[in-house]
């Protein structure tokens, strides 16, 4: 029988909308809202945050537009993250840049999260980054607790070495069931190190953070990053099809089963990155733009 660290699997939609930039989107409330019911009709259900994101603002802006309509809550899954300490303004308490995973922050930072977010639950916690000082029993009876008291349905990690993650799951009894990590077409490390190896291995949902190298892909003018564009174009051009579907669809053929999160605000461009689902591409293709951006053939 083959072993796996969860065998239900990350209940989330095949692509993930975040909202890290979300305070520079110049939205209103109900342009908010109106934009995250698109996202719903397109089925892009799962929607990613971290408390820090936007200096703090940005989980409390998604909120405000959740307030109008608490019905969609019913219809959505939130993932956000915790773990990361920055200095700001609106947390004068903090005074370094740094990591905090002691049972009370995250307690802290899961209660803070709820409020903003106005809603009664979190579907995934994430730690954002990996601690040297995290201990994983402390970190495990939060979650415990987290769980026992309906605060938050599963967990994950972000940024995690196979390593890292296997020492925190070998103090939980509740599977862990995502690891958010950079992958792209520019940020290839997670193929070659074990990562996605590791995440295959035990039926772990990868969620892809910037799958659109920060928008490198687009506006990048290095030699490497001109050599992917040429190729991704050649090919979206060949499928006629689009520069960032082909992008999409080249992490979406991985086995491992990648969820891409995407970042933008304007809906048009993720109706479009949603049609990537339906793209597969070629062996020959998903390779050449695997050796262009290696800059070598395979071996």
């Not at 308490?93 to 009664?120: F, G």
């Amino acid at each position: 029988m083959r072993h796996q660290y969860h065998p239900l699997g990350f209940e989330g939609s095949r692509i993930a909308q975040g909202f890290w930039r979300c305070h520079e989107w110049d939205m209103s409330v109900s342009e908010r809202l109106d934009f995250i019911l698109s996202c719903l009709d397109l089925g892009v259900t799962t929607f990613d945050h971290a408390d820090i994101y936007g200096d703090y603002r940005c989980e409390g802006l998604f909120g405000e537009a959740l307030a109008k309509k608490p019905a969609m809550r019913d219809k959505m899954e939130i993932v956000t993250k915790c773990g990361i300490l920055l200095p700001s303004e609106s947390r004068p308490d903090i005074s370094v840049h740094r990591y905090d995973y002691r049972a009370k922050h995250i307690h802290e930072s899961v209660d803070r999260s709820l409020a903003n977010l106005q809603c009664d639950y979190i579907d995934t916690l994430l730690l954002h980054r990996p601690s040297p000082l995290m201990d994983a029993d402390e970190v495990a009876q939060a979650f415990d607790l987290l769980f026992t008291l309906g605060k938050v349905k599963h967990f994950g990690v972000s940024n995690f070495t196979p390593a890292q993650f296997d020492l925190l799951q070998s103090r939980l009894d509740a599977p862990l069931i995502v690891n958010q990590i950079e992958l792209s077409p520019l940020s290839l490390a997670p193929f070659e190190d074990g990562t996605l190896d590791h995440l295959q291995q035990h039926a772990v949902t990868p969620m892809a953070w910037s799958p659109l190298a920060g928008g490198e892909l687009f506006r990048g003018n290095g030699d490497r990053i001109v050599r992917v564009k040429e190729v991704v174009s050649d090919i979206a051009k060949s499928m006629k099809v689009n520069f960032d579907q082909v992008v999409i669809a080249w992490l979406l053929r991985h086995p491992s089963g990648i969820c891409p999160v995407m970042g933008s605000g304007k809906i048009e461009r993720l109706a479009s990155v949603c049609q990537a689902a339906n793209i597969v591409l070629s062996d020959d293709d998903w390779f050449k733009i695997w050796i262009t951006s290696q800059g070598h053939p395979v071996p």
